[in-house]
DNA sequence: GCGTAAGCGAGACGGTACGTCTGGTCTTCCT
DNA sequence: AGGAAGACCAGACGTACCGTCTCGCTTACGC
């Protein structure tokens, strides 16, 4: 379950306990409802049932309080991808080999696949062709700054020998993250070997 | 302009002319009308501008007749996908070089970077992450037959030694085609040069 | 219970039976149900409850559906008043003696104090001293009218020597009726002697 | 401007000036901006206008503060009628003569007409049609102390031979004020043969 | 003179209703 | 028969107020 998900233990329709207000001060908790209950309706009802006055009514929130503070679904669903995806998929920073790189694009296959945090970034994608501002944001707060510490990684990783990248850091990551979201996108199962061969033909050294 | 498209001489916003009534025969006027209206609307407005209402406005044509031929709009556009990419990005069927499977990248590449029919294959692929039927028939009416003729294509390919592939065909297929969808939906410029370095890394015979 | 509502038999809380559908004409079941609906939950809940939610929920009909036919709630009660004005409370138009006026204003007073649209007529005076509109329709559609049958009917009668109104007829009409109305909106039981003095006094030829 | 509005020489839209702060005792530059600000709200832009908000926001002022102090906004407008209506139209206690109470019921019929806080009279009159508590308010507050002292009064008149009233005193009341509210509620103009006539022919003693 | 208590402006909160909009269904009329 | 027209139910949209609550501040009172 995703960092923002409440626990697989707890109910998703029952009545929401009345949380202590906050008086003047933004509600963390409300905060918090709403990133989860967004969550869940992804991920047990979809896209189409991910309305603002759904939302509002699972986390036992207000409408208003919801607009006060997003200004559109997309950014609730841009929060819990942005705070998740920190969690459960880190770029790493310190590791430059070969095969941390090998490791971090299983990670990323298995969190397309398996993560409800996945299905927000598939979703976001999906949206972003039908509305520019979605594009916008997502590349702004998630794709760009990722792809910025990924590009940043592999360059350090390349400057150690470890990997010879067959084309410029930018086209290599479409190379290899391309394949994985497509199959996502398409609905293909996980298939390991494909990142392996991916690795091997793109970054390897030849040799 | 796509195949199923107005011709550019044609006026776009005008009061759709009184097309001559059918009698008790299905109308193929009222057909091309609605699929020209779809693409043209997906075209100039976006997805979000193309509700069954505009489509009908727009083709002169009244909602039941649409409601009456097609389940929803997603398969309006998948009827305009198959019939305009049948007739601007065919799967070849009878070269099956190396160069021939490069051709053919570099012509997906432009397709849907620059064909109205790539941003509906484009639209279609994100509307089937929010709503299973559209992935179901985007599958069964387009993808599926699509890389069937792709597979056999490269299978002969590979028989006649043109090619190595890498890994089994529809995974090949997923890395190559992956980075080219993957890069058009996050609005990256085509990038002649990944498309060689894909067919080398991963079709080339080694030498 | 006044004329456009539904009879006592009938259950006020049960789900609406599903009406047949009109096609492209107006559909005049769902226009009396939103009639009945509206007097039905004055009645019964008060002016605050007369909320468009309601009588839609009530109704068993869109919202929608009472937009496009009245611009506001209170041209509901405009409709139900004049319906259920006419039949219960008709201004003569045949005989104009002293007693018949007489009688008038009895019927008036307990009109008022009795009938569902009694109270819908000070529901109406009420919000018409809130919302210039209200106050330009009631009068347009239903005191105007009316004041104009009254005065030609009393004319009558002054010509036929029945009466010698004390001042011109609509300031006779207003001192007649002026203090039923208030009493009526003050909370004050019928007082039957009051009626009759006030036409001795200002109507009755002095003897 | 009525007693309790801020003098027509001071900008209704402009920041209030920040007041000086009271401590532990009730604030009464508060309570009168209150006062104020509801009086003026109602007065430039009706009732529809009149939310606790907007009282609030004008004069500058914490919903809080109006919801320690008044249990709805009804009560801030009984409270400026009460203030406003002592000043502007005082029942008369000393001169029990006829013309005193031709005298009163014109200044009546011009504080309808003319004086702010007979529109604030005509509101809750209205306001009481909806709302019961308005009308037990109303009553309790405002109507029936001032019904007590204009029938005390008159009974002084009939008492010294001034008046012979033609009924009970509340008959005779509602009977010389109905109308005049009445036609105040219905728009009229106001007419001072109206007053002339019914205290003629409601409390002269007959010659 | 310092703690306690209350009033204050501010503003977030859960709610309800507003009036608008679109989707998909249905019926009637016309060609 | 089939297309055109449009009324209908359903329900999401984003906004405005409702009345409640807490916060952090300020002032007056009493120990």
Redesign the interface.
Known sequence: MSATSTPPTTEPPEPPAPRARSGNRRDEAARLAVLHAADDLLAEQ???ALTVEAIARRAGVAKQTIYRWWPSKVEILLDTLIEDSAKTLPVPADRPTAAAVRGYLHDFARFLDRDPAGKVL??L????????GT?ASL?RRH?GPRRAQERAWLAAAADAGELAP??DL??VL??L???????A????PA?P??VD??VD??LAPRG
Chains 1, 2, 3, 4 share one sequence.
């Open positions: 979809g896209f189409a598939l979703t994608l999906a949206q972003a062709q039908h509305d520019p594009a590349h794709l067959a084309l930018d086209a479409d190379a993250t391309g394949p994985l979201v497509y199959a996108m398409t609905g293909a298939r070997e494909l061969t991916l033909r793109l």
